[in-house]
Structure formats: C-alpha cells, structure tokens
C-alpha cells in the first residue's frame, strides 16, 4: 500500500488588516463583533445606549429594596396579633388617577418627540407641553400625598402608633422619594429639550422610570388596601 | 436612528487640580480613590484587631493610651469587657464593608473593568464620582461613632435585633453607636449600587468592537458577576437599615418585640420580630461574602494566567462556577440562622444548597490545579499571593463543608471554629487577592514596578503568619471555646488561653509584617524601578496594549479592537508566546472560540 507523505502543514502568519476606529466615537457593546480572520460572529446591527440598560438595573434594584419591605410587611404582620387595620386616605385612590394621568401625557410627549426625532419631519404637536403636563401630575401627586400623610397625623396615627401605620408611612415615603428623583428628570429632560440637545435615550429612559414609578404606585396601593 | 453619541466619553480631560484628583470623573483616579480609602479602612480594622487580641491574651494588661481612644470604655488604658465587644463590631464593619468589598472591587474594577472591556469610562461618570463620595462619608460616619456618647454599637457585624433596635437601654453605643451603624450601611449601600449600575452597563453596553463577551478576561467577569450580586444584595440592606433606624429615633416595632423587659423596664415596643432582621441581614449578608471574594477569584485566575503562560482548563467552566456561586449565594443565607430557632425543614432546604454550593467552587479550584499541575509558573510576588490565596480558600472552604450541616453547625456556630473559617475563606483570601492583584497591575496604575524581594517576604510573612492565626481558630472552636466573650475565665476555657497568647504573638507578627507592604508601596509608587513596558508580564488583555498609566481616555487617538481570546499564550505558530487581544496576527489556538 502507498504511503503518501505529506508536508507538515505550514501556518503563514498573515497579518489582519486593523481597523482603527475614531475615538470618541461609537464604542462597541453588541455591535459589530468582527472575530479574527473577518468571519461575523453574532452580530447585532445597534447596541443598547448605556442609558436605557442603565435605566433597567437601576429598577432592577429599586425592585429588590421594595420587595425587601413587602417581604418585610408580610413576616412582621404575621409575627403578632398587634396588627391595626384602617381605611386607606382616599385621596389615595385619586392620586392614582393623577399618576397614571401622568404616565398617559408622558407617553404622548415622547411619541411626538420619537416620531420628530426618527423622521426629521417637522415638529408636530406640542411635545413639551405634554412634559409639563407631566411634571405638573408629578408635583399634584407628590402634593396628594403629602396631603394623605397630614390627613393621618391630623387624626393622631403617627409613624409609631402602629406597626400598620409605620409600613404605610415607609412604603409610600420611599415611594415619594423615588418620584422626586423622576420629577428631577423630567425637569432635566425638558431643560435638554429647550435647549435642543436632548437625546432619545435620555428621554426614553426618563419615561420607563415614570412609567414604573405608576405601576410601583398601583402595586403599593394593591398591597396596602389588602394590607392595611 | 440611532444615539452614537451616548458611546462617546461624556467627559473630557480634566484641567483644575480638584476636578483631576478630588472630585474627578475618570474611573481611574476613583479607582485609586476606592484603593486608598480602602488601604486606610484596613490599617484602621487591622489596629482594633491587635487591641482585641491584647486583650484576649493579657486581658488585665494595660495598653499604655487606650483610654484616649475611650475615657469610658477603657479607664486606666485596660478595656471593659463592652468596649472590647465595640471594638469587635467596629473591626468587623470596617473590614467588611470598606476593605473586602471595596479593595477588590470597586477599587481594582473601577480601574481596570473600563479597560479590560475596551471602554473609555464608564458610562455614568458623575454617578461613579458619587459613589465614592458617598462611600467616603459612609466611612467618615462609621468613624464617628468612635465621638459619640458611649462610642460605636457592641451588637457586632450583624447588628442582630432586638439589641440593635433598643436604643441606649441595651448598653453601651446602643443608641447613637447603632444609629451611626445604621446610617454608614445605608450611606455606604448608595455608593455601591451606583457602582454595580456603572459595572453592569459598561460591561454590557460599552464593550470595543470584537469584545464579545466570552472574550473579556475573568478578572472582568469576576467584577460583572459582584456587580449583579451588588446590586440586588445591597439594595436589600438598605431598607433593613432604614427600618432599623427608625426603630430607634421613631419608636417603631419593627424589631423589637412586645413586653421586652431591660433592667426592670419593660420596653414600650410591641409585636416586632426579632428574625426579620436576620432574614433581611443575611439576604445580604451570604452575597456579600461572596461580593468579597468573587473579585478575588477573577483577579488570581488573571495573574495566574498570565504567570503560567498558558489559558485555564476551561475558561467558560471557570466563568460559569462563578456564575453558579452568585446565584446559589441568594438561596443558602439561612445556614447563618441554624441557631436562631429555625424549623428543621428549613434547615433542610437551607442546608442543601449549601452543599450544592461546594460543587462551584470545587470546579473553580480543580480548574485552578489542573491548570498548574505541569506549568512553568513564573515565582513573584503576585503568582505567590495568587498560590496563597487558593490555598486560603482551600483550607477555609474545607470547614466551609462541617458548618453546612445543621447538626454539626449548631454545635459550632457560635464558637472559634466559624471565626476560623471565615477569616481564612473570605478575610485571608479576600486580603491575598488584593495583594496579588496590586503586585502584578502596579506597573500599569503607575508606571513603577513593585520591589519583588520585599513582596516575596511579605508573601512568606503573610502566609505563615494568617495559618498561625487562624488555623488554631479551628481548634478553639473543637474545644467548645465560645466566640465575643472577651475573657475565658470558666475552668473549661482556662487551659485554651496560651493558645490565644500565641494566636496574639502571631496576629502583631503578621500585622507589623504588613508594614513591608505599605512601605513597599509608598516607596515604590514615588522612587520605585521604572517599568520597563507599557506591557511588563507580558500579559495579553487590553490594560497592557495602551500606555502606561492609561492616558485619560484609556486608549489614546484610536480605540481598540479585538481580534483573539483573552488568554492566547504558548500558541503555536505565533510569533512569540502570547497573543494579544489586539494583535493582528491570523493565529489562533484550537480551543479559541470561533
């Protein structure tokens, strides 16, 4: 039987031609993965601006703190008979109208501003007047609910009256407190957006943290009605 | 259409001195910051521990100007047995929180995660200054507890209600110690979620062209994966804080129970359950240990790596174990609660995965020998410390296997033994991480090298010494001797105080050995060898491809792309014997992922 020789294989080192990208420029994350030798490997044609990752784990942890005080709530309940339940503040339930008023002008604002700014077209609608609607919601329900907490010290339920009351002052003023911080970006948003520099990603991940201040609002209210 | 400009650093190179070395953007200087903050954090833990271990050795010798340090808690320089209990829970706090969480971490990530992944900074500068900051106060904070009427808390690391929760009835630091306490850890959980949001994204989003995922060196995964464990275990102990505090100036029953009697007072709290806090505590608490060593195993993976001159076993294996250990850490907590009055069906169901648990990070340390086992692995002071620290994570994990079991751990939780295993597997092994991770990127954070003989002694001192103190810990602990007491007088404990003597002697051996390190490091960072190249180990991530130290946008005029695997050494057909990640060079290894 022959026997073929072979040469040992031989790796010819060539060289990739570089490819230099301007600094300051796009950056990476997802896109353009180009491997060794050319070949495409999972290529997505655009990556997430950091801003609207960004935005999903920060509620990500906002997430875990609350439900660290629902979990919180649910053991402390069971713990003792010392439990008080009363009426929610009714304003409450028209708060609810407010915020999720709020998240509705918000979301007519931002189409108008996605649709201008996707198509270059000329402006329609009146964007920044649905971010101050927005804005004033916010302040109305930041206003409603420091009503409620009035409203309850006026008739002598105080943080420490009752376990009960201390988890509705808690939930709802860190609630309160995380609303600010979005009130803080739409007041930023709208500043960017006189000026004209207001990126989509900001705007895109100011509304998902307004959106889910509202659906954080519903969630707290379902369980403190159930609660309380 | 799409944002490029959110790519771009939002941040140009700083002018003033402020804005370059105090309240600077660049993730390099807060990176140096976080090391800085961190190595003062320690010296001051490492200075309470040798007042302890005084103490306990000598507990009648006075310790010549202690009492300045506590008029009350330590009159005529000899401390009360409640002062020792505060400088306990001080040690533990500072240790934990600001050296093994923010060295290997925040300190080490912040400076290299942005570079390892091709990144200019990170994406939220402002975000990442203030993390820092806000971990500066945290600090300043935890500090003044030392100035407040009856110094810091007593309650130890763990804060465990209701004594944390009952304000100055429980004892010395019980009121505005605890609150003290309380404020730093939810100061200090701020600053880290601002941190693991900026890891998070620029590991995710702001990766150079080529860096896919699998590509990005394990010291990168081991700071993305605590950065996920970061974000969702400190945004947990945040609200434990807040309920805390107000437990104590509002008079809340979060806590502390009803009909609670303190010196023939009864409390007017009602109906607070005291295993709320630990259950919130301990959520955080078991992530958190693996928040300390995580980065360690990252980091000592990448030095070994680069010393061995050849890839691990399996690179995917190794991320995967660590993967596997940040998931299972949420699910084990309760193994700290065995003797807390837990249903033994829990104990059950905690007990398991704890176990399961030991499956991880066995596969981490059998990657790590079998990588070795026949590599010419070059001996300095960072492939030492890299050697120390699985050996320490050997021989800490090993007790790690008796605790898990409910009926062994009940016998031994609250002696020595735990404190043994510990200190070893997440204190020793966290600290040698450390060292090694600042022996072998020195160079590239400033441009000198590193005195090698003198980190070879600090090795050899450090190493012998952490068994001295530590391994008779284990025996302690057998021994049936009870940890937080600050003297063994009962007959039983009386023939184990030589033991403490020698641990003492060993703990100041050990503790002045380290003394070599922060002058090595003083020394070095101003009349230190200059380093020979951008690229001394001849490492193949991108932290050795750009200047040294890294110019303000990392990278200089143009940015990076990758074309290899992270660890391409000894392939065959190259030109020398590693790879770079931005080498053009067309030769690939077999196993480089296609």
């Known amino acids: 039987m022959a026997t073929t020789v072979h040469d040992s294989p031989t790796i010819a080192p060539t060289k990739i031609e570089p490819e230099r990208l301007p600094s300051h420029g796009s950056g990476g994350g997802w896109r353009n993965l180009v491997p060794a030798g050319g070949e495409l490997r999972r290529v997505k044609d655009s990556s997430p601006p950091p801003a609207s990752t960004g935005i999903w784990v920060g509620l990500a942890a906002i997430t875990m703190t609350f439900a660290a005080f629902t979990s919180a709530l649910i053991v402390r309940q069971g713990n003792a008979p010392d439990w008080h339940h009363f009426n929610l503040p009714s304003i409450l339930y028209l708060n609810s109208l407010v915020i999720v008023a709020s998240s509705l002008t918000l979301e007519m604002g931002r ?8 198509t270059a077209r000329t402006q329609e609608g009146a964007p920044a007047r649905w971010l101050d609607a ?24 105080g943080l420490a009256t009752n376990i009960s009351y201390s988890f509705f002052y808690v939930l709802t003023v860190t609630h309160a407190v995380h609303l600010l911080g979005g009130l803080g970006g739409l007041v930023r948003v709208i500043g960017k957006l006189n000026q004209s520099v207001l990126k989509r990603s900001t705007l895109n991940a100011t509304s998902l943290y307004w959106h889910f201040m509202g659906v954080l609002w519903l969630y707290l209210l379902l369980l403190l009605w159930m609660k309380l | 259409m799409h944002d490029l400009s959110a790519h771009a650093v939002p941040h140009g190179a700083p002018t003033s001195f402020i804005r370059k070395h105090v309240f600077s953007l660049d993730h390099k200087v807060i990176g140096k910051q976080y090391y800085a903050l961190a190595l003062v954090a320690a010296v001051v833990g490492m200075f309470l521990s040798w007042l302890m271990r005084i103490h306990l050795g000598w507990g009648s010798l006075a310790i010549p100007g202690l009492h300045l340090l506590s008029s009350s808690g330590a009159p005529g320089d000899v401390m009360t047995p409640e002062y020792y209990l505060q400088l306990m829970t001080m040690h533990g706090t500072i240790m934990v929180f600001f050296v093994l969480t923010t060295a290997p971490f925040a300190a080490f990530g912040n400076f290299f995660l942005p570079i390892q992944t091709g990144a200019e900074d990170m994406p939220f500068p402002h975000f990442n200054m203030m993390s820092f900051w806000v971990t500066f106060v945290a600090f300043l904070v935890m500090i003044a507890a030392f100035f407040v009427p009856d110094g810091p808390t007593l309650g130890g690391w763990t804060q465990y209600a209701p004594l944390s929760a009952i304000g100055q009835v429980g004892g010395p630091g019980q009121g505005w110690g605890v609150v003290c306490w309380a404020a730093s850890i939810a100061i200090f959980c701020i600053g880290q979620l601002l ?35 970061g974000l969702t275990a400190f945004a947990v102990l945040m609200p434990a804080c807040i309920l805390l505090i ?37 959520f955080f608490g078991h992530p958190e240990v693996y928040i300390a060593i995580v980065p360690g195993l990252g980091i000592v993976s990448h030095v070994l790596i680069t010393n061995m001159r050849r890839p691990m076993l399996s690179h995917r294996v190794l991320i995967y174990s660590m993967g596997a250990l940040a998931a299972l850490s949420y699910m084990v ?32 340390v059998l990657i790590w020998l079998g990588s070795l086992y026949g590599s010419k692995l070059r001996i300095n002071a960072a492939s030492l410390f890299s050697l120390g620290f699985i050996s320490m994570f050997i021989s800490g994990g090993v007790s790690g296997f008796f605790l898990a079991q409910p009926s062994i751990d009940i016998m031994l939780h609250a002696t020595y033994f735990v404190v043994g295993h510990f200190h070893l597997v997440m204190g ?24 090698e003989g003198l980190g070879k002694a600090h090795f050899i001192l450090s190493f012998i010494g952490a068994y001295c103190i530590f391994m008779p810990f ?25 033991v403490h003597k020698f641990i003492t002697v060993a703990a100041l051996l050990t503790g002045f050995a380290q003394l070599i390190f922060v002058s090595n490091l003083i020394y070095s960072r101003f009349r230190g060898e200059l380093a020979p190249s951008d690229n001394p180990w001849q490492g193949t991530s991108l932290e050795w491809s750009t200047a040294t130290p890294p110019p303000h946008n990392n990278f200089g005029d143009t940015m990076p792309v990758v074309y290899h695997d992270p660890y391409q050494y000894s392939v065959e057909g ?15 290894s077999p196993d480089e992922e296609k």
């Not at chain 2, 190259?574 to 690939?588: G, K, P, R």
């Open chain 2, 333 to 364: 907590y309760g193994h700290h609660m065995f003797v807390s009055g837990m249903n033994p069906v829990s104990s059950l169901a905690f007990s398991f995965p704890t176990l399961v648990i030991t499956i991880p990070s066995t596969i981490v």
């Open chain 1, 111 to 118: 189409r108008q501003l996605a649709a201008y700014m996707s």
């Open chain 2, 474 to 498: 284990h025996y302690l602990g057998i021994a049936g001797n009870v940890r937080r007491y600050q003297a063994f007088t009962d007959d039983y404990l009386i023939p184990l105080v030589p």
């Open chain 2, 428 to 451: 020793v092994a966290a600290m040698f991480g450390i060292f090694a991770g600042t022996y072998f990127w020195f160079p590239k954070m400033t441009g000198r090298m590193m005195n």
């Open chain 2, 574 to 588: 190259a030109s020398t014997d590693f790879i770079m990640q931005t080498s053009t060079e067309n030769v690939h």
């Open chain 1, 134 to 157: 927005t804005l004033a919601l916010g302040l109305l329900f930041v206003a409603g609910q420091t009503f409620a907490w009035l409203q309850l010290r006026a008739q002598g339920f």
């Open chain 2, 246 to 282: 107000l437990d104590h100036v509002a008079g809340t029953s979060f806590f502390v129970p009803s009909n609670l009697v303190i010196g023939d007072h009864v409390l007017p709290h009602t109906g607070g359950s005291t295993l709320l806090w630990q259950h919130l505590f301990w």
């Open chain 2, 195 to 229: 941190g693991s949001l900026n890891f998070i994204t620029t590991t995710l989003d702001m990766r150079c062209k080529g860096m896919s995922l699998m590509r990005l060196p394990l010291s990168a995964w081991g700071w993305f994966i605590t950065s996920v464990m």
